[in-house]
């Protein structure tokens, strides 16, 4: 496999950009090398700029659930650009929108469109302050919400690939009102309610958390922390920008069977291009801007072409609720095939897997919380990226990060990444 042009890429990339790239994990920094410069993309593949092809497990981040280059959307993006690309205005296909994300999630009473993940988390949290009155919050040890600044406490993804302890920047004014405790742990939850009694506005929580691999909440922990919120005054945001419209039409709470009192979307809601939402009770939010006066605002929010593409993936989705028994199998094909060929192996190791999330931990313990995920053997995992993408297997670059399963996949793809699993451990162990 060559790539002298992703390496020429990177080399002039590192002139004009920190780092050569515009979002820190796909720098390849901690699994090491350079990373590789895409051109294309079309149903479960991607294409390099050298031309080697990929099947792809990051699916950008999650939204490509039914591959990339779907026709149906890359054709309504083409038709709604002919009407111009932004009016900053309203349309028809915003109410659209939104009636539809109502009719998938029932809990919803009202959304607002935004244009990214880190947006819809930091308005949910702006309002519940703003709701409440009060300041702090939770949030879980190796779940990231976004970069903005009151998440990045003890925040997964590229916070935890890069092993960054405390982001400059990040004021301790801001930093002192997130609290912070172990996933799937509810007495510390309970406890840092007992410390700040009527202080905490919100628990945020990844539902199923997907920035420290994938991690299942245990039984009872989500039902848990929605009896603490009700019992306290607090609202508990979930956090569906991984999940929502992935693990259910209605997301992790249509899935887990929990209403939280507020959500928020991302990546799967713009099929791909810049979109995020909040939403929830109405009581919440009839508190935001115009009609209350916690401010949120944006000149793009609810744009055209991203509210038609995500429209039309979810249309899809909600026409063809059998799309979700055809990952589930999808998912559970490739897990069994996994499992054999690592238990072959002889290597400790862990499969959590829900609906179309996947990840593989190199442990020889449950991963249930960031320090179980951080204590396996992540220098591994980091030889079987490179092991795995030398054979045309895409994995995202870090073990804390989620697989993610489109349905174009066939079983000829998964059969392919089965058999490269099997030759990267016997080529790294
Ligand atoms: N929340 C979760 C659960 C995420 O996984 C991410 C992004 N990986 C975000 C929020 C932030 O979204 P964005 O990158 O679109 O700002």
Same mark, same amino acid.
């Given at each position: 496999?060559?790539?002298?042009?992703?390496?020429?890429?990177?080399?002039?990339?590192?002139?004009?950009?920190?780092?050569?790239?515009?979002?820190?994990?796909?720098?390849?920094?901690?699994?090491?090398?350079?990373?590789?410069?895409?051109?294309?993309?079309? &149903?479960?593949?991607?294409?390099?700029?050298?031309?080697? =092809?990929?099947?792809?497990?990051?699916?950008?981040?999650?939204?490509?659930?039914?591959?990339?280059?779907?026709?149906?959307?890359?054709?309504?993006?083409?038709?709604?650009?002919?009407?111009?690309?932004?009016?900053?205005?309203?349309?028809?296909?915003?109410?659209?929108?939104?009636?539809?994300?109502?009719?998938?999630?029932?809990?919803? $009473?009202?959304?607002?469109?935004?244009?990214?993940?880190?947006?819809?988390?930091?308005?949910?949290?702006?309002?519940?302050?703003?709701?409440?009155?009060?300041? =702090?919050?939770?949030?879980?040890?190796?779940?990231?919400?976004?970069?903005?600044?009151?998440?990045?406490?003890?925040?997964?993804?590229?916070?935890?690939?890069?092993?960054?302890?405390?982001?400059?920047?990040?004021?301790?004014?801001?930093?002192?009102?997130?609290?912070?405790?172990?996933?799937?742990?509810?007495?510390?939850?309970?406890?840092?309610?007992?410390?700040?009694?009527?202080?905490?506005?919100?628990?945020?929580?990844?539902?199923?958390?997907?920035?420290?691999?994938?991690?299942?909440?245990?039984?009872?922990?989500?039902?848990?922390?929605?009896?603490?919120?009700?019992?306290?005054?607090?609202?508990?945001?979930?956090?569906?920008?991984?999940?929502?419209?992935?693990?259910?039409?209605?997301?992790?709470?249509?899935?887990?069977?929990? $209403?939280?009192?507020?959500?928020?979307?991302?990546?799967?809601? &713009?099929?791909?291009?810049?979109?995020?939402?909040?939403?929830?009770?109405?009581?919440?939010?009839?508190?935001?801007?115009?009609?209350?006066?916690?401010?949120?605002?944006?000149?793009?929010?609810?744009?055209?072409?991203?509210?038609?593409?995500?429209?039309?993936?979810?249309?899809?989705?909600?026409?063809?609720?059998?799309?979700?028994?055809?990952?589930?199998?999808?998912?559970?094909?490739?897990?069994?095939?996994?499992?054999?060929?690592?238990?072959?192996? &002889?290597?400790?190791?862990?499969?959590?897997?829900?609906?179309?999330?996947?990840?593989?931990?190199?442990?020889?313990?449950?991963?249930?919380?960031?320090?179980?995920?951080?204590?396996?053997?992540?220098?591994?995992?980091? =030889?079987?990226?490179?092991?795995?993408?030398?054979?045309?297997?895409?994995?995202?670059?870090?073990?804390?990060?989620?697989?993610?399963?489109?349905?174009?996949?066939?079983?000829?793809?998964?059969?392919?990444?089965?058999?490269?699993?099997?030759?990267?451990?016997?080529?790294?162990?």
């Amino acid at each position: 496999m060559t790539i002298s042009k992703s390496e020429q890429l990177f080399s002039r990339a590192q002139n004009s950009i920190p780092g050569g790239v515009n979002s820190p994990v796909r720098a390849f920094k901690s699994v090491g090398g350079n990373p590789i410069f895409l051109k294309n993309a079309r &149903g479960a593949y991607l294409f390099d700029a050298d031309g080697n =092809k990929y099947i792809d497990y990051i699916n950008s981040w999650g939204p490509m659930i039914l591959g990339h280059a779907y026709t149906p959307v890359v054709e309504a993006i083409q038709k709604k650009a002919a009407d111009s690309t932004s009016f900053g205005a309203p349309t028809e296909l915003e109410v659209e929108m939104a009636e539809l994300v109502k009719s998938l999630v029932p809990n919803v $009473d009202l959304v607002r469109m935004v244009s990214s993940g880190t947006e819809a988390c930091m308005s949910a949290l702006r309002l519940a302050r703003g709701y409440t009155g009060r300041n =702090k919050f939770i949030k879980f040890e190796g779940c990231y919400h976004g970069h903005a600044d009151p998440f990045l406490v003890k925040a997964g993804s590229g916070v935890a690939t890069f092993n960054i302890q405390t982001v400059p920047g990040v004021t301790g004014g801001v930093s002192n009102d997130t609290l912070t405790c172990a996933y799937n742990d509810l007495d510390a939850v309970q406890q840092l309610f007992a410390e700040n009694k009527g202080e905490i506005a919100a628990i945020i929580i990844e539902p199923v958390a997907g920035n420290m691999g994938c991690i299942l909440p245990k039984e009872g922990f989500l039902e848990g922390l929605r009896r603490i919120c009700t019992d306290e005054g607090a609202v508990l945001i979930f956090d569906e920008v991984m999940t929502g419209f992935r693990l259910a039409p209605g997301g992790a709470q249509e899935r887990l069977k929990i $209403d939280a009192d507020l959500v928020t979307y991302g990546k799967v809601i &713009g099929a791909g291009m810049p979109v995020g939402a909040f939403g929830g009770r109405l009581e919440i939010m009839k508190q935001i801007a115009p009609l209350g006066s916690v401010y949120q605002a944006g000149t793009l929010s609810g744009n055209p072409l991203a509210m038609i593409a995500g429209y039309t993936l979810l249309q899809e989705l909600k026409n063809n609720p059998g799309i979700y028994t055809e990952l589930e199998e999808k998912c559970a094909y490739l897990k069994a095939g996994l499992q054999r060929v690592l238990e072959a192996s &002889g290597t400790p190791f862990v499969i959590n897997q829900l609906g179309s999330m996947i990840s593989v931990h190199f442990s020889d313990h449950p991963v249930t919380d960031f320090a179980s995920a951080a204590s396996a053997n992540n220098a591994l995992f980091n =030889k079987f990226f490179h092991a795995m993408l030398r054979r045309g297997v895409y994995l995202p670059p870090s073990a804390y990060e989620t697989w993610f399963l489109s349905n174009a996949l066939t079983q000829e793809d998964l059969d392919a990444t089965i058999k490269a699993t099997e030759e990267s451990l016997k080529e790294i162990l």
